[in-house]
């Protein structure tokens, strides 16, 4: 069997998080210029060293260039690609690109926000103002979401139980993680007794609105070595969109992670029973059952009835959002990088007492827009090579 | 060939006739599917021939939620996916009944708002 080109291309030889949770006081740039700063330093590197940036904000119309600008890199290949929460994941798959064809060797992939303390809200790509939208005061993102859930539900019979089994598992992986935002014991029923937000959705249903910024250092496979850290490598990568706005979402219950998730599995020659760890952007709980469904960890329509009895918390036999999730670790309102750097601590052996038994594999779906950009990697250590 | 490009658009065409009472949707004479929201070109096959028709104002609803606020910020409202007979699909709000008490799968039928910005609702068909 030939391998894709892109299989094993890259590593990950940096990861660094700051300002996660709250940061009163600090610009969205200061977030990200000090978790860039952490994953160059991590990498065991200068911010000089740094020759492509693969950056996003919420607030900067150009963000490659002006995050290139404060951490004072002249960078020969950057990219700004804004595709909502999935970017930094797509990113990871472009960056692997630019390193392989020659434009760059270096490569920092990152995001932040300070938009909790800035705002309160969610600072979101969703304020483009549509017309055939905005007459019907649709609270979005969540309404998108809420009207996913609702069909699920009435098409497959998954109920808002099984629906707070994925926030009750989030909050028992963030409950092991000391970083995360929410701590602190969570029922079914507390899920469910929450003020409701957007039927079928309560409070817990959606997911944290916090500060924090995250960055990863992406290198050729043949440098991998070079660094203090043990490297991650990029073994796989899909991107699928079909649809912006919610209405031209042919089918509701079925993501577009139907086709990013089988074309990153076929350019890592792996299948889903191959893969040890799973970090699924959970902006909302139907999107961990949605991931589950559509990157074939379960039939479409089983996956509230495969959540249910813990099996994706800690102790199950799937480990799901190992961080705690968006739900109850961090999401600064792009959340894909921080599932990234989640995979590779994974991988790393650096989870704490959230680590997963020696995992070989990890998968990271990223998600953006209402349900709309879908871009899956897979990463491996050394032994899946 | 290209396509036309000045005077009204399909956009503010589709604004005008709301206007004026009439809800409508493009369909195209090429692959028969229709398009909504209006556009230059068929969203389906590419083709160019798309016809601005009267909309028959039936419709399924597909999925339904209920947006929550205080009631001093103007109580809960409904927000729906409506499947028009045409084969287009609308977010909307359905009136008649509590706005978290819309069926899915119940017939609906559209009604015009007028305003600054005219849109599209649907009333719940008493069966």
Redesign the interface.
């Given at each position: 069997m030939t391998h894709h080109e892109l299989r094993g291309a890259s590593a990950v030889v940096g990861v660094g998080l700051a300002g996660c949770g709250e940061a009163p006081g600090r610009t969205a740039m200061e977030l990200i210029g000090a978790a860039a700063w952490n994953a160059v330093t991590d990498a065991g590197l200068r911010m000089t060293d740094i020759d492509g940036v693969f950056g996003v904000s919420a607030v900067h119309g150009m963000p490659s260039v002006t995050i290139s600008e404060y951490l004072g890199i002249k960078p020969r290949y950057s990219d700004g690609s804004m595709i909502g929460g999935s970017s930094n994941v797509a990113h990871i798959l472009q960056a692997t690109m630019a390193i392989r064809a020659g434009l760059c060797s270096t490569a920092l992939v990152v995001y932040g926000s300070n938009q909790k303390s800035a705002s309160g809200k969610l600072v979101s790509s969703a304020a483009e103002f549509n017309?055939?939208?905005?007459?019907?005061?649709?609270?979005f993102p969540i309404?998108a979401y809420?009207?996913?859930a609702?069909?699920h539900m009435?098409q497959f019979g998954t109920t808002r139980r099984q629906l707070a089994e994925v926030a009750v598992a989030a909050r028992g992986w963030a409950n092991l993680n000391p970083e995360a935002y929410s701590h602190g014991p969570l029922s079914v029923d507390d899920v469910l007794n929450a003020?409701?937000?957007?039927?079928?959705f309560g409070l817990f249903d959606c997911c944290l609105v916090t500060d924090g910024a995250g960055a990863l250092v992406v290198v050729a496979r043949d440098r991998a070595k070079d660094f203090p850290k043990k490297p991650v490598y990029f073994l796989g990568g899909g991107m699928a969109h079909w649809h912006r706005?919610?209405?031209?979402m042919p089918d509701?219950t079925v993501t577009a992670a139907s086709e990013s998730g089988p074309r990153a599995f076929e350019m890592a020659g792996m299948e889903p029973a191959d893969i040890d760890v799973l970090e699924l952007y959970d902006a909302f709980t139907i999107n961990t059952i949605l991931f589950l469904e559509d990157l074939g960890f379960c039939p479409k329509g089983e996956g509230g009835r495969f959540v249910e009895g813990g099996r994706i918390a800690p102790g199950g036999s799937l480990p799901v959002n190992t961080n705690g999730g968006g739900l109850s670790c961090v999401h600064p309102g792009m959340y894909g990088t921080f599932i990234l750097v989640e995979a590779v601590r994974q991988l790393r052996g650096e989870a704490g007492d959230r680590q997963v038994k020696d995992p070989e594999t990890a998968i990271v779906h990223g998600n953006g827009g209402v349900l709309s950009s879908q871009v899956t990697s897979i990463f491996g250590t050394e032994a899946t090579l | 060939m290209t396509l036309e490009d000045r005077g009204p658009g399909p956009?503010a065409v589709y604004?005008e006739e709301l206007l004026a009472g009439r809800f409508t949707v493009q369909t195209c004479e090429d692959c028969g599917l229709s398009s909504?929201?209006p556009r230059v070109f068929c969203k389906h096959c590419g083709s160019a021939a798309l016809k601005r028709v009267a909309a028959s104002g039936d419709g399924v609803v597909?999925?339904?939620?209920?947006?929550?606020n205080r009631p001093d910020k103007g109580g809960d409202?409904n927000?729906?996916?409506v499947d028009l007979a045409e084969g287009v699909?609308?977010?909307?709000?359905v009136d008649g009944a509590g706005p978290?008490e819309v069926p899915?799968?119940a017939r609906v039928k559209a009604r015009i708002?007028t305003?600054d910005?005219p849109?599209v609702?649907f009333d719940l068909v008493k069966e």
């Open positions: 017309p055939y939208e905005q007459p019907y005061k649709p609270r309404t809420a009207l996913a609702a069909r009435h003020r409701m937000v957007c039927d079928p706005s919610i209405m031209q509701i | 956009d604004r909504f929201p597909y999925s339904t939620s209920a947006v929550r409202h927000v729906s996916l699909r609308l977010l909307t709000r978290t899915i799968g708002v305003g910005v849109h609702v």
